[in-house]
């Protein structure tokens, strides 16, 4: 069974620091890893998709990276911004079984 | 329409009462998701719909709860006999479809209170 594990739980950090959101699953026969931000009562925006023969997608400030063999993935926010506040889950959807396993998400905060 | 769309957006039932949620996918997106989120909880997968396949039904909780997806656009997520556990925002999401275009989006939720 896939299981998918996001460390740290909750992160603060100051405006304009870079910094890096981890993801690791435990089964890496997957198609694809997604990360998501969702906001205090709101429903999940999608960030980046990553195919699992790629290794890394930029969009903007964000740039998330995978590495299947060993089961990780990892987001990297540049330049952080108080907007960024949210909580951030990432998901892969794994062979023969296409619904998306979550991870339980990081709770990132940005100090003015 | 832009995105996924779910109605109501909040639902407050009483406690044994069947209630209905409505999820419109994004036109064309062929793969339709439900899932749960209790307060403070991950996301628990209920049911995977994709085009006329066979519904993927392993993480409904029990048989109060059930799902149809009609000419393979709108999902309806029907709850029967509400119990105060089932209190969650119910999330619905969909996709292109296939396992190469399963990017997906999802709506803004039904926040559901069963009191």
């Known amino acids: 069974k896939q299981e998918v594990t996001q460390i740290p739980a909750a992160l603060s950090v100051p405006e304009g620091e870079n910094l890096v959101l981890n993801c690791s699953f435990t089964d890496s026969a997957i198609y694809n890893l997604q990360w998501f931000r969702q906001d205090p009562g709101k429903g999940l925006t999608s960030l980046l998709l990553?195919?699992?023969?790629?290794r890394e997608q930029t969009s903007g400030r964000l740039n998330a990276s995978l590495d299947k063999s060993s089961g990780r993935s990892t987001l990297y926010i540049a330049a952080s911004q108080p907007g960024d506040s949210a909580t951030y889950l990432c998901a892969v959807t794994g062979f023969g079984n296409e619904k998306l396993t979550f991870g339980t998400g990081t709770r990132l905060t940005i100090i003015p | 329409g832009a995105g996924v769309s779910q109605s109501p957006s909040n639902k407050v039932t009483e406690k044994g009462k069947d209630v209905e949620l409505r999820c419109d996918p994004i036109?064309?997106?062929?793969?339709l998701y439900w899932y749960r989120q209790s307060l403070g909880q991950g996301l628990e997968f209920l049911i995977y719909?994709?085009?006329?396949?066979?519904?993927?039904k392993s993480g409904l909780p029990s048989d109060r709860f059930s799902a149809e997806r009609t000419g393979g656009s709108v999902s309806t997520l029907t709850i029967q006999r509400t119990q105060q556990e089932d209190s969650a925002v119910y999330l619905c999401?969909?996709?292109?479809?296939?396992?190469?275009?399963?990017?997906?989006?999802f709506g803004q939720g039904t926040r559901l209170t069963v009191v």
């Open positions: 719909f994709q085009g006329n396949s066979a519904p993927d």
């Open positions: 999401a969909s996709s292109l479809g296939g396992a190469q275009n399963t990017e997906a989006f």
């Open positions: 036109s064309g997106h062929t793969a």
């Open positions: 990553i195919q699992s023969s790629q």
